[in-house]
Protein backbone atom coordinates (compact mmCIF):
# COMPACT_ATOMS: atom_id res chain seq x y z
CA UNK A 1 0.00 0.00 0.00
CA UNK A 2 1.50 3.55 -0.80
CA UNK A 3 1.25 6.10 1.45
CA UNK A 4 2.27 10.02 1.00
CA UNK A 5 2.58 11.90 3.53
CA UNK A 6 3.57 15.78 3.67
CA UNK A 7 4.56 18.15 6.21
CA UNK A 8 6.21 21.70 6.72
CA UNK A 9 3.27 23.70 5.27
CA UNK A 10 2.87 26.96 7.34
CA UNK A 11 2.09 30.79 6.96
CA UNK A 12 4.45 33.31 5.68
CA UNK A 13 5.34 36.93 4.67
CA UNK A 14 6.00 37.49 1.08
CA UNK A 15 10.12 36.98 0.28
CA UNK A 16 10.19 33.92 2.90
CA UNK A 17 11.07 30.17 2.91
CA UNK A 18 9.56 26.99 3.92
CA UNK A 19 10.65 23.50 3.27
CA UNK A 20 7.72 20.70 2.63
CA UNK A 21 8.43 17.49 2.87
CA UNK A 22 6.72 14.09 1.53
CA UNK A 23 7.87 10.61 3.02
CA UNK A 24 6.75 8.05 0.81
CA UNK A 25 6.50 4.12 1.46
CA UNK A 26 5.61 1.62 -0.90
CA UNK A 27 6.45 3.44 -4.05
CA UNK A 28 7.73 -0.03 -5.67
CA UNK A 29 8.27 1.52 -9.48
CA UNK A 30 11.39 0.63 -10.66
CA UNK A 31 11.53 4.23 -12.34
CA UNK A 32 9.74 6.95 -10.67
CA UNK A 33 8.78 10.79 -10.82
CA UNK A 34 8.39 12.40 -7.10
CA UNK A 35 6.55 15.22 -7.92
CA UNK A 36 4.82 18.47 -6.03
CA UNK A 37 1.40 19.61 -7.00
CA UNK A 38 -0.45 22.86 -5.84
CA UNK A 39 -4.34 23.73 -6.09
CA UNK A 40 -5.46 27.31 -5.10
CA UNK A 41 -9.08 27.73 -4.38
CA UNK A 42 -10.79 28.14 -7.73
CA UNK A 43 -7.71 26.98 -9.68
CA UNK A 44 -6.62 23.62 -11.32
CA UNK A 45 -4.28 21.74 -9.92
CA UNK A 46 -0.50 23.21 -11.12
CA UNK A 47 2.84 20.99 -11.22
CA UNK A 48 5.09 22.70 -9.40
CA UNK A 49 8.04 20.45 -9.49
CA UNK A 50 9.38 16.79 -9.52
CA UNK A 51 12.66 14.54 -10.06
CA UNK A 52 12.88 11.29 -12.16
CA UNK A 53 14.09 8.35 -10.04
CA UNK A 54 15.52 5.33 -11.45
CA UNK A 55 19.00 3.55 -11.52
CA UNK A 56 21.41 5.98 -12.02
CA UNK A 57 18.90 8.82 -13.16
CA UNK A 58 18.17 11.42 -11.49
CA UNK A 59 16.60 14.58 -13.01
CA UNK A 60 14.36 17.72 -12.09
CA UNK A 61 11.68 18.84 -13.59
CA UNK A 62 10.18 22.57 -12.76
CA UNK A 63 7.48 24.67 -13.48
CA UNK A 64 8.49 28.49 -14.76
CA UNK A 65 7.05 30.28 -12.28
CA UNK A 66 9.56 29.11 -9.68
CA UNK A 67 12.86 28.57 -11.57
CA UNK A 68 15.35 29.64 -9.46
CA UNK A 69 13.16 29.88 -6.19
CA UNK A 70 12.24 26.19 -5.59
CA UNK A 71 14.63 23.06 -5.21
CA UNK A 72 13.56 19.83 -5.21
CA UNK A 73 15.17 16.69 -3.64
CA UNK A 74 14.91 13.54 -2.38
CA UNK A 75 17.42 11.95 0.76
CA UNK A 76 19.94 8.99 0.45
CA UNK A 77 17.03 6.53 0.56
CA UNK A 78 14.81 8.68 -2.40
CA UNK A 79 11.63 7.70 -0.43
CA UNK A 80 11.45 11.32 1.17
CA UNK A 81 11.05 14.64 -0.98
CA UNK A 82 11.58 18.13 -0.26
CA UNK A 83 11.01 21.03 -1.39
CA UNK A 84 12.96 23.96 -0.38
CA UNK A 85 10.86 27.18 -1.38
CA UNK A 86 12.50 30.49 -1.35
CA UNK A 87 11.32 33.96 -1.84
CA UNK A 88 8.13 33.27 -1.80
CA UNK A 89 4.86 35.20 -3.32
CA UNK A 90 1.61 35.41 -2.57
CA UNK A 91 0.87 33.71 -5.55
CA UNK A 92 2.40 30.82 -4.44
CA UNK A 93 -0.06 29.94 -1.36
CA UNK A 94 -2.19 26.95 -2.00
CA UNK A 95 -2.60 23.33 -1.19
CA UNK A 96 0.80 21.47 -1.97
CA UNK A 97 0.71 17.80 -2.92
CA UNK A 98 2.94 14.98 -3.01
CA UNK A 99 2.52 12.69 -5.69
CA UNK A 100 4.25 9.52 -6.98
CA UNK A 101 3.77 7.52 -10.21
CA UNK A 102 5.92 5.70 -13.57
CA UNK A 103 8.09 7.36 -15.29
CA UNK A 104 6.52 7.76 -18.47
CA UNK A 105 8.02 8.03 -22.31
CA UNK A 106 8.43 11.76 -21.35
CA UNK A 107 9.46 12.08 -18.55
CA UNK A 108 7.84 13.51 -15.24
CA UNK A 109 4.73 15.51 -16.96
CA UNK A 110 3.73 17.74 -14.69
CA UNK A 111 0.88 19.36 -16.71
CA UNK A 112 -0.66 16.14 -16.18
CA UNK A 113 -1.63 14.77 -12.70
CA UNK A 114 -3.38 12.10 -13.82
CA UNK A 115 0.27 10.43 -14.85
CA UNK A 116 0.68 9.80 -11.13
CA UNK A 117 -1.45 7.45 -9.70
CA UNK A 118 -0.94 8.50 -5.52
CA UNK A 119 -1.35 11.20 -3.54
CA UNK A 120 -0.73 13.00 -0.21
CA UNK A 121 -3.45 14.16 1.50
CA UNK A 122 -1.86 18.17 1.57
CA UNK A 123 -0.09 20.84 3.18
CA UNK A 124 -1.54 24.40 3.58
CA UNK A 125 0.96 27.35 2.05
CA UNK A 126 -0.04 31.13 2.94
CA UNK A 127 2.05 33.60 2.06
CA UNK A 128 1.44 36.71 2.67
CA UNK A 129 2.11 40.56 0.80
Known amino acids: QVQLVESGGGSVQAGGSLTLSCSASGVTYSRKCLAWFRQAPGKEREGVAA??????????YYTDSVKGRFAISTDSTRNTTYLQMNNLRPEDSGTYYC????????????????????WGQGTQVTVSS
Open 99 to 118: AAGAVSTFGCDLSSPDEYAH
Open 51 to 60: VNIGGTAYYR
